[in-house]
């Protein structure tokens, strides 16, 4: 039977999980190599309702440039980290992985231990589901990448976890949505173009929204937060919908779900 860690390390984790990411950027940083978190992590570093969000992360993910490819990877060996081969291989270069011992194992001894701490880096695209190119767009926040991309990310995942929905809904309760003038807005214009040139990422996204309202009953909300997240689910859809399309792009939509229009994701070690 499964033995859940208490709060207190958990949260002990998560911090330093954090701090571990933010010494990996800020060294990175002084060589002149562009690092930024994303994922979980980065849903974490920019929400504020902490007793909502918090969960259970298993590695750090991070972005980059494929051109510091060489570079990241010895700044991790230099930090401790030995990279795992395989992944760079399996992805073509588009993803690396390193992973040093675990320093949480005898604190986390009873509740499923993991033995290495994990950290993936995605080189110029994030890659999952749906490739969405972030080369351009790294400096503009600090330590993550913007919370418009942020959630991008989270949107076009074809099947939706449990993290993946939290995720979503703590930025969605803690962010507002505005223009790319404010780095702690989500910037509802730039996810509308990105969907309006690609109907697979577009169809994606539009069903997660849709599944999103309809499972937003079954988390520990008030009402009027439940009220306040519809609404800004309700108002993505309404820009994505808008926003103007091409002629291949409708021709695309027409064809549908009769062709494959994401990538099957596979799990990594």
């Avoid at 570079?71 to 795992?84: N, P, S």
């Amino acid at each position: 039977m499964e033995t859940v860690a208490p709060l207190e390390l958990i949260l002990s984790t998560r911090e330093d999980m954090i701090a571990e990411a933010k010494r990996i950027i800020d060294a990175a940083r002084e060589q002149g190599i562009v690092l930024r978190l994303i994922g979980g992590l980065a849903v974490r570093f920019h929400c504020k309702t902490l007793d909502f969000c918090e969960r259970d992360h298993g590695d750090i993910d991070m972005v980059g440039h494929r051109r510091d490819t060489e570079r990241i990877a010895r700044l991790l060996a230099v930090l401790g980290y030995g990279e795992v081969v395989h992944v760079r291989q399996a992805t073509e270069g588009r993803q690396l992985q390193f992973s040093r011992e675990c320093r949480h194992k005898e604190e986390w001894a009873h509740y499923q231990p993991h033995d290495n701490d994990h950290v993936d880096i995605f080189l110029d695209n994030f890659k999952m589901d749906h490739a969405i190119d972030l080369t351009d767009r790294f400096g503009l926040d600090h330590y993550t990448i913007t919370v418009t991309d942020v959630l991008l990310t989270k949107l076009q995942i074809a099947k939706l976890t449990e993290k993946d929905e939290r995720d979503i809904f703590t930025l969605l309760q803690d962010l507002e949505l505005g223009s790319g003038d404010d780095p702690e807005a989500i910037d509802v214009q730039h996810i509308a173009q990105l969907c309006a040139r690609d109907w697979g990422l577009f169809h994606d996204v539009r069903l997660n929204l849709a599944h999103l309202s309809a499972r937003l009953e079954a988390y520990s909300l008030e009402l009027d937060e439940r009220g306040r997240i519809r609404a800004k689910l309700k108002r993505l859809e309404e820009a994505i919908d808008g926003h103007p399309k091409s002629g291949g792009w409708r021709l695309r939509g027409k064809i549908g779900e009769r062709l494959p229009w994401h990538e099957t994701v596979e799990e990594q070690d």
